[in-house]
C-alpha cells in the first residue's frame, strides 16, 4: 500500500507501525513515531495499524538549538 | 558565591545553556561544552532515514557531556506539531522538559504567541516542564505562566542572527514585571557583549548557539561567553549605578588647586 513516510510516498508492505520500522531498516535505533500526527509510543506501535494514504513520521535525535 | 540558577526545582551552577546545532564537527561540539560549562544543552528530533546511526551517535555525544538534555520542538508551525513533537522527545530522550517553539512567520522565526499559548497549556496539562521561546510581550508572558509554564524564555533578535539586544526596553520591563519567574534569553545574541548586557538587566541565563557553533574558534568562544555571563551576573548582583545625563566630577571637588572661591 502506499503511505507518505517523513513527507515522502513509499510503497510498503508493513500492516503495523512496528513492522515498518523493521522494513525500512530502523532496527534498534532510537525514534520516536507519529501516525497521522499523533505520537504514538513505542510500546503500542505493534498494534498501530496501518492503511492507504496515511502520514507516518520517524524522527530521531539530531542536533539543535 | 553560592547563587544557583533553579529551573523547575533544579539547581544550576552555570547560567549558560548551550545549543548543539551547527558546529563543524562532533568533537568542536563536545568541546564547545567543556569549555562553556553549560550543564544544560538543546537538542532536536528530525527526521532521520531507516540505517542511518547518526541520531544515536549523537545522542551518545550528548550524553557523554554529562549535560542535562532539554529537547525542542524546533521548526514547528502548529500547536498539535509542537505538542506530538515533544511527546515523542519526552519518550526518546526519557525527560519532561521542552523547549516549546510554534514558529509564526518564515522570515524572522517569530513565535507565534496563540498556537505557543495553546500547546503549553496542553503540555503543562500532561506533565511537562515547558520553557518557552517566546517575544517580550509582557501580555504573552501572563497568558504562558497562567497556561502552567514556569520558565520563560524571550528572544532577544531573530534565532541566529547574532543581532543581540533588539528591544531592551521591552525585556528590562518584562524583568520587572515578573520579579519571581525565571527569565532565560533565548535566539539573537551575537557576542559575549550582548549576553552580558542581557544578564545586568536581570535575566537569570542565556541560550545560544550560532554565535559560538559559527565563531572560527567555538570552544574559545563558549568560554568567552561563559565569561561574560558571569560577569553580567556579578553586576547585576552589585546593583549597577543609574546613569546620568551630565558629567559628576568622580574626584571631590573640595581642596583642588587654583581655586580662587578657596577660603
Not at chain 1, 499523533?38 to 507516518?56: E, H, I, T
Not at chain 2, 562532533?26 to 544543552?41: C, N, Q, R, Y
Not at chain 2, 542535562?68 to 522527545?89: D, S, W
Not at chain 2, 519571581?180 to 550582548?194: F, K, Q, R, T, Y
Request: proline content about 6%; some cysteine; overall charge negative.
Amino acid at each position: 500500500m502506499q503511505i507518505r513516510i517523513n513527507g515522502e510516498e513509499r510503497e510498503v508492505a508493513a500492516a503495523t507501525l512496528e513492522e515498518l520500522l523493521a522494513e525500512l531498516g530502523y532496527g534498534d535505533q532510537l525514534v520516536g513515531t507519529a501516525l497521522n500526527l499523533d505520537f504514538v509510543r513505542a510500546k503500542d506501535r505493534a498494534d498501530a495499524r496501518l492503511k492507504q494514504g496515511d502520514a507516518v513520521e520517524i524522527l530521531a535525535p539530531k542536533q539543535g538549538g | 558565591m553560592d547563587d544557583p540558577l533553579t529551573l523547575y526545582g533544579e539547581k544550576f551552577a552555570s547560567r549558560l545553556l548551550l545549543g548543539t546545532a551547527r558546529y563543524p564537527s562532533p568533537a568542536i561540539l563536545a568541546d564547545s561544552i567543556k569549555a562553556s560549562g553549560a550543564e544544560i544543552v538543546t537538542i532536536s528530533l528530525r527526521r532521520e532515514a531507516g540505517g542511518s546511526r547518526a541520531g544515536r551517535s549523537f545522542w551518545d555525544l550528548v550524553r557523554e557531556s554529562g549535560a542535562k538534555v532539554l529537547p525542542n520542538t524546533a521548526g514547528c508551525r502548529t500547536a498539535k506539531e509542537a505538542i506530538t513533537t515533544a511527546q515523542m522527545a519526552r519518550e526518546v530522550f526519557g525527560c519532561d522538559w521542552i523547549k516549546l517553539e510554534v514558529i509564526g512567520d518564515e522570515d524572522t522565526l517569530q513565535p507565534d504567541p496563540f498556537g505557543l499559548v495553546e500547546a503549553a497549556r496542553s503540555l503543562s496539562a500532561e506533565g511537562f516542564r515547558v520553557f518557552p521561546y517566546m517575544t517580550e510581550d509582557l501580555v504573552l508572558a501572563e497568558k504562558l505562566l497562567g497556561a502552567g509554564c514556569r520558565v520563560l524564555m524571550p528572544w532577544a533578535a531573530p534565532i541566529g542572527s547574532g543581532r543581540g539586544l533588539n528591544n531592551p526596553y521591552g525585556l528590562r520591563a518584562l524583568r520587572a514585571r515578573f520579579p519571581e519567574a525565571p527569565l532565560i534569553v533565548d535566539a539573537g545574541i551575537g557576542a559575549p557583549s550582548h549576553a552580558a548586557a542581557a544578564m545586568e538587566l536581570g535575566y537569570d541565563a542565556i541560550l545560544l548557539n550560532t554565535a559560538v557553533a559559527r565563531a572560527g574558534d567555538p570552544a574559545t568562544m563558549a568560554r568567552a561567553f561563559a565569561l561574560s555571563i558571569e560577569a553580567g551576573r556579578a553586576a547585576w548582583l552589585a546593583e549597577p549605578m543609574t546613569p546620568r545625563d551630565l558629567a559628576e566630577p568622580s574626584t571631590p571637588l573640595i581642596g583642588r588647586a587654583f581655586d580662587e572661591g578657596a577660603a
